[in-house]
């Protein structure tokens, strides 16, 4: 699977972005989605994503810092998968990436490690 990622930049606190990441493959059978973030000295962590379990629909999951704030979905047609981040802080700033693996358990989902398929990062500042 090969991932790009876009649409970082320089944001005021509250504001919003939309990060996207296209992807090369369509989701099918259990399958996993996401976006992680690593601020400078800090470890990769995780912030969304959407998982397939080889139903009909993906279930979307939020680390409790973007609950209410952030929103992952995707565009078959563009096959791009998207984060819209609304009131943004200064803690948000950090560098994103999508990342997509298949076959993962849901316990697997919040760990980077987990992963093979990572787009290039997109930094994302947000100013004070």
């Known amino acids: 699977v090969q991932l790009q990622a876009s649409g970082g930049g320089l944001v005021q606190a509250g504001g919003s972005l939309r990060l996207s990441c296209t992807a090369s493959?369509?989701?099918?059978?259990?399958?996993?989605e996401s976006w992680f973030r690593q601020a400078p000295g800090k470890e990769r962590e995780f912030v969304s994503a959407?998982?397939?379990?080889?139903?009909?629909?993906?279930?979307?999951i939020y680390a409790d810092s973007a609950k209410g704030r952030f929103t992952i979905s995707r565009d078959n047609a563009k096959n791009t998968f998207y984060l819209q981040m609304n009131s943004l802080s200064p803690e948000d700033t950090a560098v994103y990436y999508c990342?997509?693996?298949?076959?993962?358990?849901?316990?697997?989902?919040?760990?980077?490690?987990?992963?093979?398929?990572w787009g290039q990062g997109t930094l994302v500042t947000v100013s004070s």
């Open positions: 990342a997509a693996q298949a076959g993962l358990i849901q316990s697997s989902i919040r760990n980077p490690t987990a992963y093979g398929h």
């Open positions: 959407t998982h397939w379990s080889g139903g009909s629909g993906g279930r979307t």
């Open positions: 493959r369509a989701p099918s059978g259990r399958y996993t």
